[in-house]
């Protein structure tokens, strides 16, 4: 019988990287980068989303079958504001002047089509599974915390676009058998 311990780390680190990079060249046509920590870093915050200052924007989207998780896509507020720009062709004056929703929906379709490429790798690899529905996050020093913390792996990778963080929150259900 199949469990997630056999998706291994390199493996979920690749198909996230390859996933966010297709993504943001294709809409916003940016490269990016992988961040990879120094040895010897300090140790990254229990929620990779306090790795973000100021308010945030985070997309969630999660996914459901033989391999079951969910992905949070975290960007800080200006990010998030200049990415919906970009996406939509707007400068950020129209971007303000649309508010709030322009935002979350950007962010929702960007987190969703993450996620979905990302679920793709998985179906690939014999976890067949569906996406759930997007959802939105908006606040300042969020922190997710999964529970029960031992039934969970946590994944965090963080990317570089011209000087933009995005943090890429990854909670996959541990050792999950399939049906």
Known sequence: M???AL???PQIQSNIARAVADVFHTM???SVTLVVPESGATPAPASPA???NGPQVVGSVGFLGQANGIIYLCFDEPSAKLFTGEMLCLDQAEVEELGSDAVKDA???LTNMVVGSFKNSLCDCGYPCTLTI???LRGSDL???PWPANSVRRHAYHFDTRGRRIVADILMKADDPAP
């Open 7 to 9: 998706i291994s780390e």
């Open 2 to 4: 199949r469990t997630l």
């Open 50 to 52: 306090a790795a973000l």
């Open 143 to 145: 922190c997710v915390e």
């Open 107 to 109: 962010v929702g379709e």
């Open 134 to 136: 997007p959802s939105i």
């Open 28 to 30: 916003l046509n940016r």
